[in-house]
């Protein structure tokens, strides 16, 4: 799927339950949601699917979700894709799961979620660069939904300025996660964080910054077999 556009270069859909599976969205563009664009739904599932070379002009350059209440994306691949925020962006979002995706080599950062609740679950999130989280860039909205990151690679992501691996602000959980070979400016080589943060069982490993390689926190951290 080729196309230019404002909303959803290759798709754009509102309402419903739409499950887009063993798809491939490549050299799209678009302001938002630049391979797909998606709001007001229920459960929007995307399985299987290449998101690649897509240029967001501001966020979303692979997808862009938003006002959704449970949005599942399992087994995609996001990679050399270019946007000012997140080559998968979701906001406004009652609970967001990411499941075995590879996030790679992307401009822009990786993941941008502003959401009550999100689960990131054996990913791999590697060389993407941005300003702010290179890798992943979290900002949680108010809520009492889980707000996790359990097995996932956080790995040679960059940031100019703050965060080389990931920003966080808000209560978050980390669990057997490692971070690897990321690297910043300032503050935060691997994560900045900003809330009440836990770390079990997680590697940090050959991270860089000016401040704080491994981890920058103006926070409540708590690290548990570290």
């Known amino acids: 799927i080729e196309i230019m556009t404002n909303l959803g270069g290759g798709v754009m859909l509102r309402g419903g339950n739409p499950t887009i599976a063993d798809c491939v969205f490549i050299n799209n563009w678009a302001e938002f949601g630049a391979g797909v664009y998606i709001r007001e739904a229920g459960n929007p599932k995307f399985a299987r699917c290449l998101f690649e070379k897509n240029l967001a002009l501001s966020a979303g350059s692979g997808l862009r979700c938003r006002v959704v209440v449970l949005a599942e994306i399992s087994d995609c691949v996001f990679r050399n894709n270019e946007a000012m925020l997140g080559a998968i962006g979701v906001g406004d979002i009652g609970l967001a799961r990411i499941e075995r995706c590879t996030v790679s080599s992307n401009l822009g950062g990786g993941i941008q979620i502003q959401t009550s609740g999100f ?74 964080a900003q809330g009440e943060t836990s770390f079990v069982n997680c590697v940090f490993s050959s991270n860089s910054a000016g401040l704080g390689g491994g981890i920058y926190g103006s926070a409540i951290l708590t690290t548990t077999n570290w």
């Open 119 to 192: 689960e990131i679950i054996d990913c791999i999130v590697a060389e993407n660069h941005a300003d702010v989280g290179g890798g992943i860039i979290i900002g949680q909205q108010s809520g009492s939904r889980p707000c996790r990151i359990v097995r996932t690679r956080v790995r040679d992501n960059s940031s100019w300025l703050f965060a080389g691996g990931l920003a966080v602000s808000g209560q978050c959980e980390f669990i057997d996660c490692e971070f690897i070979r990321n690297e910043t400016e300032q503050l935060g080589g691997a994560v900045l």
